[in-house]
């Protein structure tokens, strides 16, 4: 078929057609590059969303894993130069629109204990609590069964960074009882800026990544334990990441443990922590001093007196491999029992002597864990620990019945067959001795079951 268009009309169609060629190869090429520069947008995308949020807020990661599995205390617990054990930082989301991580848990914890005898705190081993021969419940054939959930726990926690350094703010609280009821019990509460913490957190006498992993809430009878209101600033002496070390300085909460026979417990001043530490992969070493003033207030009288607290503690991990874990804690001296598991809370801290005089009380004890890992997902914790007072001298003010020597030992199965899943078992003995030389045993059974995310 022949075109009906004359002759002299195609020059400006092919003019068009040009024209069209020309515009084409420009928007071709426009799209090119647009496609080039979003493609180059989203390999810098890609790169900044590679960063994990450890890596993103630049926060160093721990030279040492126990096990790869820490415990929740070592996971809460705040680090001098806020260093994490994955920098990955898992359940951790950012907040829209800022620079702030938040993450929420949960552990939902049932434990089943079967005793031996009627203990004073039926859901926690206190060894000072078992009865000895003369008190209430000596005698007491035949089990004591307890089932509690008290454990569980609940936390809130925000990590950014700032002008001064990192942030981290954490809120948990569990429901831990020495009865097997349901109230809260507050775990940390506390606010770290760069090197400076305040809040409510574990004392730094205390040595959390010392602490055997016993299924049973208390652990050892000589293990230093405390929480309260800290006030403490960390300084770094090494920034080796292989061999870390810090130096604390610490103002806590006073809490003068005495007999009411003596008066009312008087605090003068903060007690005051000076803390040594170095770790590194093969473990960690701590040493702590305390310098606290234990006093008494006559409530008739404008009587007052006060003596000196003063001890140490050296605790320590050293990892023969990543199957063999030996966990060590040694700590003595005068007017330091509301800082350890057995004497916390009670009276040992200072009394009246023979002559009326007000004495701190002198203590000595230690502990020892050892851990071992039968698969990545299967390891058990043996236990021992003693603890002695001095306080014979003391009878009169403290009680014959009141307490002056102990034992603990246990050993445990722990499966953690998924991610936030635990499963174990652990039995456990105890001894307790009293200032008259009365004393008693107690064993216990324990099964716990936990979920956490």
């Known amino acids: 078929m022949t075109s009906s268009v004359p002759s002299q009309q195609f020059p400006g169609r092919g003019v068009a057609i040009a024209l069209m060629a020309s515009l084409s190869t420009l928007a071709w090429d426009a799209q090119a590059q647009e496609s080039s520069s979003t493609s180059q947008d989203a390999k810098t995308d890609t790169s900044s969303a590679a960063l994990s949020p450890g890596e993103e807020l630049a926060l160093p990661e721990l030279p040492f894993l126990d096990l790869k599995l820490p415990s929740n205390t070592q996971a809460f617990a705040p680090r001098p130069d806020h260093a994490v054990f994955d920098t990955t930082l898992p359940g951790y989301f950012r907040i829209p629109s800022t620079k702030v991580f938040l993450k929420l848990g949960i552990g939902a914890t049932t434990a089943f204990t079967v005793s031996s005898k009627v203990l004073g705190t039926p859901t926690w081993f206190t060894t000072s609590a078992i009865p000895v021969r003369g008190q209430p419940f000596f005698h007491s054939p035949g089990t004591h ?26 809120f948990t609280t569990s429901f831990a009882q020495a009865q097997p009821t349901f109230g809260f019990h507050p775990n940390y509460v506390y606010a770290q800026l760069g090197g400076v913490l305040a809040g409510f957190t574990d004392s730094t006498f205390a040595d959390v990544d010392a602490y055997p992993s016993t299924l049973d809430f208390e652990g050892p009878n000589a293990l230093v334990f405390s929480k309260h209101a800290v006030a403490r600033y960390s300084h770094t002496l090494s920034h080796d990441k292989q061999r870390r070390m810090f130096l604390h300085v610490a103002l806590e909460q006073p809490g003068s443990n005495v007999p009411t026979s003596a008066g009312d417990a008087r605090d003068m001043l903060p007690d005051g922590v000076l803390a040594w530490r170095t770790e590194g992969a093969w473990g960690h ?169």
């Open 145 to 170: 069964t307890t089932a509690t959930a008290n454990p569980s726990d609940i936390s809130l926690e925000m990590r950014g960074r700032t002008e001064l350094g990192p942030m981290r703010l954490l």
């Open 285 to 453: 070493l701590q040493l702590a001093g305390l310098v606290r003033a234990v006093g008494i207030q006559s409530k008739d009288s404008k009587d007052s007196k006060t003596v000196l607290g003063i001890g140490g503690n050296l605790t320590g991990a050293h990892h023969f491999s990543h199957k063999h874990t030996l966990l060590i804690g040694v700590a003595g001296g005068q007017g330091i029992g509301a800082y350890l598991n057995d004497t916390g809370g009670a009276q040992y801290d200072a009394a009246l002597n023979t002559r009326g005089a007000l004495k701190a009380v002198p203590l000595l004890g230690a502990y020892a864990g050892f851990i071992y890992a039968w698969t990545p997902k299967l390891s058990s914790t043996a236990t021992y620990g003693w603890l002695k007072l001095w306080d014979r001298d003391f009878e009169a003010s403290l009680d014959a019945k009141s307490f002056r020597r102990s034992q603990y030992a246990s050993l445990n199965l722990v499966a953690k067959p998924m991610k936030g899943v635990l499963v174990g078992v652990e039995g456990l003995w105890g001894y307790n001795r009293a200032i008259d030389s009365q004393s008693g045993q107690a064993v216990r059974g324990q099964l716990t079951l936990q979920y956490r995310y």
